[in-house]
Every structure is written in C-alpha cells, then in structure tokens.
C-alpha cells in the first residue's frame, strides 16, 4: 500500500501508531531550484529557502512550499510584489517562529507577525 501525509496541515492528522505502521516513510522536500526555473521572484524563494533552513534547525515552524510560491508568482502578476508578500504572510500559520536565544532575528520576526507588518519585496524604499 502507499499513501501520502502532509503533516502539520490542519485536519490531517496522522497518528504516531498509525505511521508507525508503514515499513517505509519517505519526506519530500520543496525543490527551491524549481521555483526559479518556474521564474518565481528570486527574493520570495530566497526567503524560503532560508526559512527552509531554519525549519529544519527547529528555529521555525514552517516554510513556504513551492504552491505557495506559485501563487506569490501569480499574485505578484496581477498586483505587484508588495501584494504578494502580505498575502504570503498571509497564509503562514499565526505560530511560524519559536523563539531562540541563537536568533534574535526570530524575536524581530515574530513581534513583525505579531504587529500585522512586513518588510518590502521591491528596491523601492518604503514610505514614511
């Protein structure tokens, strides 16, 4: 039998008795390269590569995924790239960042989430 599990996904839960019951369990990791042979702005895939990293160093607790960053690209399109980085902070879960004394970046990110505001994907500066 093969099956597939998201984890972490609201709704989807898997229990530790039930996924100890297949022999083989593979985790398949967002592909960031493909992202940027789709053209996805290279800063958005940047930032989620760099996530990535600290997801798995246990400094976050979730990344975008490459059908987030698909939808940026489509979001950026049609409204601009300001649009689509509060829409992609948008969909990241309320708890992203656990705080970590080796970061202080993850406090600065968490109160930023916290306060409703975020940083700028374009060169423009931002307005006073």
Do not use: K
Not at 105 to 126: L, M, N, Q, V
């Amino acid at each position: 039998m093969i099956a597939r599990h998201n984890p972490g996904v609201h709704g989807a839960v898997l229990t530790e008795a039930l996924a100890s019951r297949f022999a083989v369990q593979i985790q398949v990791a967002t592909d960031y390269d493909l992202a940027a042979g789709l053209l996805v702005n290279p800063r958005a895939v940047r930032v989620a590569r760099n996530l990535a990293a600290r997801q798995g160093q246990g400094e976050v607790g979730w990344a975008p995924q490459l059908r987030e960053l698909l939808a940026f690209q489509q979001v950026q399109a049609v409204l601009g790239a300001d649009a689509a980085v509060q829409n992609l902070i948008g969909v990241a879960p309320r708890r992203t960042v656990t705080w970590s004394p080796r970061s202080s970046a993850a406090s600065s990110a968490a109160a930023t989430r916290r306060s409703g505001s975020a940083g700028r994907c374009s060169d423009a500066p931002a307005p006073a």
